[in-house]
């Protein structure tokens, strides 16, 4: 089974640099990411296609040309806990070390959820589906349960994973096989969108 996990367009919180809400929208940039994706996906023929619950992941989705997808709470966007909708320079400024309160055996400074949540829900999710005979999925989610995607799939753990970029819209392929996952592809994107060099927000 492949699995295509793409992340959401740019939004508003992207482009301001805080901590996503839930009802933050896509920008006009955003839109055109999931119409230039949207082209390359829509050649693929998918088995079935999982949305994260949150409006800006559906959107992205809508706009990619998929009307039709189950939505799954084990993909959500991490919960960043107190730190939503603050700006990350102010953050930084004041706790230049605060990206390690997700990481395990760091003292959650923040109500943050852990790293390690997120690759637990990931774990739960593809073991959800490794039995239903499926080829190929579409997977609409955020930067950190793919970057955990990747942490099960390399067996990397720590701050280094705080540096894989993985831009909006951007598509990254898992193969899933007993429970095994392995990687494919990671982070690509359609070539008008590599003239972007702002992908680089927190979720």
Same mark, same amino acid.
């Given at each position: 089974?492949?699995?295509?996990f793409v992340?959401h367009?740019?939004t508003?919180n992207n482009?301001?640099?805080v901590?996503p809400?839930?009802?933050?929208?896509l !920008?006009?940039?955003?839109?055109?990411?999931?119409?230039?994706?949207?082209?390359y996906l829509?050649?693929?023929k998918?088995?079935?296609?999982?949305?994260s619950?949150?409006?800006?992941?559906?959107n992205?989705?809508?706009i990619?040309?998929?009307e039709?997808?189950?939505t799954?709470?084990?993909l959500?966007?991490?919960?960043t806990?107190?730190l939503?909708?603050k700006?990350?320079?102010d953050?930084a400024?004041?706790?230049?070390e605060?990206?390690?309160t997700?990481q395990?055996?760091?003292?959650?400074?923040?109500?943050?959820e852990k790293?390690s949540?997120?690759k637990?829900?990931m774990?739960k999710?593809t073991?959800?589906?490794?039995?239903?005979?499926?080829?190929?999925?579409?997977?609409?989610?955020?930067l950190? $349960?793919i970057?955990?995607m990747?942490?099960i799939?390399?067996? !990397?753990?720590?701050? $280094?994973?705080?540096?894989?970029?993985i831009g909006?819209?951007?598509?990254?392929?898992?193969?899933?096989h007993?429970? !095994?996952v392995e990687?494919?592809?990671?982070n690509?994107y359609p070539?008008?969108?590599?003239?972007?060099s702002?992908?680089?927000?927190f979720n």
């Amino acid at each position: 089974m492949l699995l295509y996990f793409v992340r959401h367009g740019e939004t508003y919180n992207n482009v301001e640099a805080v901590f996503p809400r839930d009802d933050t929208e896509l !920008t006009e940039n955003g839109k055109r990411q999931a119409l230039e994706t949207g082209k390359y996906l829509k050649g693929i023929k998918f088995d079935y296609v999982f949305s994260s619950p949150i409006p800006r992941v559906q959107n992205t989705l809508k706009i990619m040309g998929f009307e039709k997808y189950t939505t799954d709470a084990l993909l959500r966007d991490v919960d960043t806990g107190d730190l939503t909708g603050k700006k990350m320079s102010d953050i930084a400024a004041m706790d230049p070390e605060w990206y390690a309160t997700f990481q395990d055996g760091v003292e959650n400074r923040y109500n943050v959820e852990k790293f390690s949540s997120v690759k637990k829900r990931m774990d739960k999710f593809t073991s959800s589906i490794s039995d239903r005979g499926y080829q190929r999925v579409l997977i609409g989610t955020h930067l950190e $349960p793919i970057r955990a995607m990747f942490s099960i799939a390399t067996l !990397t753990e720590g701050m $280094p994973l705080t540096k894989l970029e993985i831009g909006n819209c951007s598509i990254s392929v898992f193969s899933l096989h007993e429970n !095994t996952v392995e990687l494919k592809g990671f982070n690509w994107y359609p070539l008008e969108n590599y003239t972007d060099s702002k992908n680089k927000s927190f979720n």
